[in-house]
């Protein structure tokens, strides 16, 4: 059974850092893209950052650009999502979902995604 679990979510202040893991079981990461998705409440589903299964090709949402960072540990099955500056926007819950791809360049599509998390709390508030 193909499953992802999320882990290190939680609450922090404006400004403070957060270290999201994506866990895959019965399945190995190799031949899947990756990708980062929160939802805030009433909102819909938003693609976060992505990486490829290939060279690790990584692609960013502009209002994360330059302080989130997605990386990859295939030994350990596992993605993750560094997140610095956190701000008050970037509540909501995070999800990660994977695609198998060998293609170079990975989407942060939530439709192109097909085995996903339960997602992970991200709360920023003083």
């Known amino acids: 059974q193909l499953q992802l679990v999320e882990s290190g979510g939680g609450l922090v202040q404006p400004g403070g850092s957060l270290r999201l893991s994506c866990a895959a079981s019965?399945?190995?990461?190799?031949?899947?893209?990756i990708g980062w998705f929160r939802q805030a409440p009433g909102k819909e589903r938003e693609g976060v950052s992505c990486i490829s299964s290939v060279n690790a090709n990584t692609i960013s949402a502009r209002s994360v650009k330059g302080r989130f960072t997605i990386s990859r540990d295939n030994a350990k099955n596992t993605v993750y999502l560094q997140m610095n500056s956190l701000k008050p926007e970037d509540t909501g819950t995070y999800y990660c979902a994977a695609l198998e791809s060998r293609f170079a360049l990975c989407v942060i599509l939530p439709s192109e995604y097909d085995v996903w998390g339960q997602g992970t709390q991200v709360s920023v508030s003083s």
């Open positions: 019965g399945f190995t990461l190799d031949n899947y893209h």
